[in-house]
Every structure is written in C-alpha cells, then in structure tokens.
C-alpha cells in the first residue's frame, strides 16, 4: 500500500556533508508528519529532526549542522547534514505517519535504513 524508500549515506570525513532522502508513494491521503531518526551501534535509536506542516524540530546535538525540508507534493523529506561528526555516525532511518486514501487508516511507516559513516 504505502512505502518509504530512502537514498543517501555514505563514508565522509569529519567537516563534510550528507544529503539524505526519503520519498513516501502508494494510497496516500495525507501525510502528517515525517522524521529521521539514528541509531548508533549499542545504542538506542533517537530522533534527530522532524517537520510537520507547522513545525520543525532538531535534536540539540544537530541543530545548526542539520537542516529538515518537506515537500509536500512529492511526499519526500531531505536532510541535510553538514559539519558532520564521528558522532553522528549511524543507521540513520525515514519515519512517516501517514493517512492512507483506504478508509482513512493511520499508519506510521519506517524505512530501511541508511548508513552514515564519518571517519577521517
């Protein structure tokens, strides 16, 4: 019915930047909110920034290094990672809650998830 289909990632050295995608498709009504969270080995996974179509919200460690945009048309979230870290290697992963056109039923989707690796 609804998936979510991510891109992005990779191996960069400390200072450089990452641009993730998510892109939602199938039987979609509405899309209320979209997020990328991260789970680093041994580590809980934790929300790293998040937009709906009245807010925006950053984890403190990201903010001003992280930018979150939506588009609304084409259903997709970017993030856009700069100054990155060591630290802000993980698994990184597109949550979406969705309404999808079948009844109106609520679903919160997941995606695969991508790896981020910053090392020198």
């Known amino acids: 019915q609804v998936q979510l289909v991510e891109s992005g990632g990779g191996l960069v050295q400390p200072g450089g930047s990452l641009r993730l995608s998510c892109a939602a498709s199938?039987?979609?009504?509405?899309?209320?909110?979209m997020a990328w969270y991260r789970q680093a080995p041994w580590e809980e996974r934790e929300l790293v920034a998040s937009?709906?179509?009245?807010?925006?919200n950053y984890a403190d460690s990201v903010k001003g290094r992280f930018t979150i945009s939506g588009d609304n048309v084409k259903n997709t979230v970017h993030l856009q990672m700069n100054n990155l870290k060591p630290e802000d290697t993980a698994v990184y992963y597109c949550?979406?809650?969705?309404?999808?056109?079948?009844?109106?039923?609520?679903?919160?989707?997941w995606g695969q998830g991508t790896l981020v690796t910053v090392s020198s």
């Open positions: 949550n979406a809650q969705i309404i999808t056109t079948i009844a109106k039923t609520y679903l919160e989707l």
């Open positions: 199938g039987s979609i009504f509405r899309i209320n909110a």
């Open positions: 937009v709906t179509t009245t807010s925006i």
